[in-house]
């Protein structure tokens, strides 16, 4: 019974996947549009993102919203740049709870695609490489994993949403361990990204840096722990 739905539950996913594909190549704007988005998180400058959402007006937190999900199921793409967008239009503390939900959205989804379609799709959207390195990561953290590499702002979110789909863990388990290890990344670039400015980019780079390092040492007093 399980397996009928998982296989017509794939059925569905991959025909909507197929009809997304028709659009992209048979409608211009739609195609147009969809490389303007990448084009605009590939330019660095949160800014960019702000204004493309804020012209939107009274939608713009739904087209936030949908962003942050893409940019899940397209791995490459930065989502530390919505979230300095939200927080920059919608101030601090509503941004981070716009930030915080459809990032979950977003790492719910590509955990589903993943259980259903399998882990050839998955490095189809990920890389080889990249999922190898989470794997293991899994391994050697365990049942704790998800939680660590949440807090990890280095390793890429959404490949963890990805690979965990492929293991055995249950969606609730994954669902809470992403939402309370999501939270303080989400909490400080919100309340940074209330007050940058386009120019504040060198800020902000040390400012990821110093948040990077101090997980590093929590990890690493956490597995010297471990092995003694």
């Known amino acids: 019974m399980k397996k009928n739905k998982m296989q017509f539950g794939?059925?569905?996913f991959l025909a909507f996947l197929l009809i997304l594909l028709l659009a992209f190549f048979l409608i211009p704007k739609l195609r147009s549009g969809a490389l303007y988005i990448v084009s605009m998180f590939a330019t660095g400058d949160f800014t960019v993102l702000r204004d493309f959402v804020a012209s939107y007006g009274a939608y713009a937190a739904l087209i936030s919203f949908l962003l942050m999900i893409l940019q899940?199921?397209?791995?490459?793409?930065?989502?530390?740049?919505?979230?300095?967008a939200n927080a920059n239009l919608f101030g601090w503390w509503r941004g981070a709870i716009l930030s915080w939900s459809s990032a979950m959205a977003g790492a719910s989804?590509?955990?589903f695609i993943a259980r259903l379609l399998g882990r050839e799709a998955v490095v189809k959207l990920t890389s080889r490489s990249g999922l190898q390195n989470i794997e293991e990561f899994f391994k050697r953290h365990g049942r704790m994993s998800i939680l660590i590499a949440r807090l990890l702002p280095f390793i890429s979110f959404d490949i963890v949403s990805y690979a965990a789909g492929l293991t055995?863990?249950?969606?609730?388990?994954?669902?809470?361990?992403?939402?309370?290890?999501?939270?303080?990344?989400?909490?400080?670039?919100?309340?940074?990204?209330?007050?940058?400015?386009?120019?504040?980019?060198?800020?902000?780079?040390?400012?990821l840096i110093l948040f990077a390092l101090s997980f590093l040492i929590m990890l690493g007093r956490q597995l010297y722990k471990e092995r003694h």
């Open 72 to 84: 899940s199921v397209a791995a490459p793409l930065p989502a530390f740049l919505l979230t300095f």
């Open 10 to 12: 794939r059925s569905i």
């Open 168 to 207: 055995s863990i249950s969606f609730w388990s994954f669902f809470v361990a992403t939402g309370i290890g999501q939270l303080p990344a989400t909490i400080i670039y919100s309340y940074v990204g209330g007050f940058l400015t386009g120019g504040a980019k060198l800020f902000v780079t040390g400012l």
């Open 109 to 111: 989804l590509c955990f």
